[in-house]
């Protein structure tokens, strides 16, 4: 058990829609990561969090958002979803916001959409 | 850009071969590079990591030594488990853009 906790741990749902996925980060870790791992895309890079600011981005779509509370668990909002969207997501934590902290992993939230 | 290729999975060994799963890189500058390992449905977990070259990476049995002139950090234990059995990604991280990179992944499967 890495520590990191992310809910629900399936979601189904239609196209069009929204969803919310959550994750809350270990005890004492201020960064929190979101990744995408797909079949065909592999695992991606989507957003990093640091104590409630924007760290970094990578490959996050203009219709996924994301943001840290400042009881620092993280929400990530995934609109006008579509098929390609379908896809295990990953919430990852690290005590720092540097690249050489490891980072633990959430077991992921499976998203299929319909 | 950066980016990371690993050897094609999946890879079955018997219990006790010897193991190694090539990784290799591409970057502009120095990353820091790792191994994850993902055991059937969980996270990732942080295998073993070196941050500069030469450097070895250990842990559990398993070993990676970064090497700046082959830009590679291949993965090897000597005597590999049922256990053993995951998929196994190697990955790079920058720190001017402070995001990790991951390779597609190697599945590695042991038979008893």
């Known amino acids: 058990d890495s520590g990191v906790t992310q809910t629900p741990k399936h979601l189904i749902t239609a196209t069009g829609q929204r969803v919310t996925l959550r994750c809350s980060p270990r005890s004492g870790d201020l960064s929190v990561y979101w990744y995408q791992q797909s079949l065909d895309q592999g695992l991606q890079f989507l957003i990093q969090?640091?104590?409630?600011?924007?760290?970094a981005k990578g490959n996050i779509l203009e219709r996924f958002s994301a943001q840290q509370f400042p009881d620092l668990h993280s929400e990530l909002n995934l609109s006008s979803l579509e098929l390609g969207d379908s896809a295990l997501y990953f919430c990852?934590?690290?005590?720092?916001?540097?690249?050489?902290?490891?980072?633990?992993f959430g077991p992921g939230t499976r998203l299929t959409v319909l | 850009g950066n980016s990371v290729t690993q050897m094609e999975g999946p890879v079955t060994l018997s219990e006790e071969a010897f193991l190694t799963i090539n990784c290799t890189y591409t970057?502009?500058?120095?990353?820091?590079l790792f191994w994850y390992v993902q055991y059937p449905g969980e996270g990732l977990q942080l295998l073993l990591k070196?941050?500069?070259?030469?450097d070895k990476g250990s842990n559990k049995g398993f070993e990676a030594t970064y090497r700046k002139e082959t830009t590679s950090f291949h993965l090897e234990k000597g005597s590999v488990q049922v256990s053993d059995s995951a998929v196994y990604f190697c990955?790079?991280?920058?720190?001017?853009?402070?995001?990790?990179?991951f390779g597609a992944g190697t599945i590695l499967r042991v038979k008893s």
């Open positions: 969090y640091y104590n409630g600011e924007e760290r």
């Open positions: 070196a941050t500069k070259a030469d």
């Open positions: 970057a502009t500058g120095y990353p820091s």
């Open positions: 990955a790079l991280g920058m720190e001017y853009g402070n995001k990790l990179v």
């Open positions: 990852a934590s690290s005590v720092g916001g540097i690249v050489t902290d490891t980072q633990y």
